[in-house]
């Protein structure tokens, strides 16, 4: 079965970094869009950030400039480098994957589109 697998969180002050990755395994991971969401209580699930198959990335407005999303086909696994921390930054980060084609631009940013989902990381940010 399909398994997303993210790791990476943790509690960083503000002004710092982290990196998240997501390990998938159970699909053909060259042919998924990958996308990063976040999370706080009582509040809807929103993106971050999104790649395709092809490389192509997209990013919310308010990570635009301190977020970096990349993939590695070869070891199936997608990372979010995320610098100038935020204390607004804290939330439990989901990884997700969509079905495209490979090679494409497709990128979705809605969370309606995406088709499986991993358990999620807690990220904290101090100020």
């Known amino acids: 079965q399909v398994q997303l697998v993210e790791s990476g969180g943790g509690l960083v002050q503000a002004g710092g970094s982290l990196r998240l990755s997501c390990a998938a395994s159970g699909l053909t991971f060259s042919n998924y869009a990958m996308g990063w969401f976040r999370q706080v209580p009582g509040k809807e699930r929103e993106f971050v950030a999104a790649?395709?198959?092809?490389?192509?990335?997209a990013y919310a407005d308010s990570v635009k400039g301190r977020f970096t999303i990349s993939r590695d086909n070869a070891k199936n696994t997608v990372y979010l480098q995320m610098n100038s921390l935020k204390p607004e930054d804290t939330a439990v980060y989901y990884c997700?994957?969509?079905?495209?084609?490979?090679?494409?631009?497709?990128?979705?940013?809605?969370?309606?589109?995406?088709?499986?989902w991993g358990q999620g990381t807690q990220v904290t940010v101090s100020s």
């Open positions: 997700a994957a969509a079905l495209g084609y490979s090679g494409s631009y497709y990128r979705p940013i809605s969370r309606h589109q995406y088709d499986y």
């Open positions: 790649i395709s198959s092809g490389g192509t990335p």
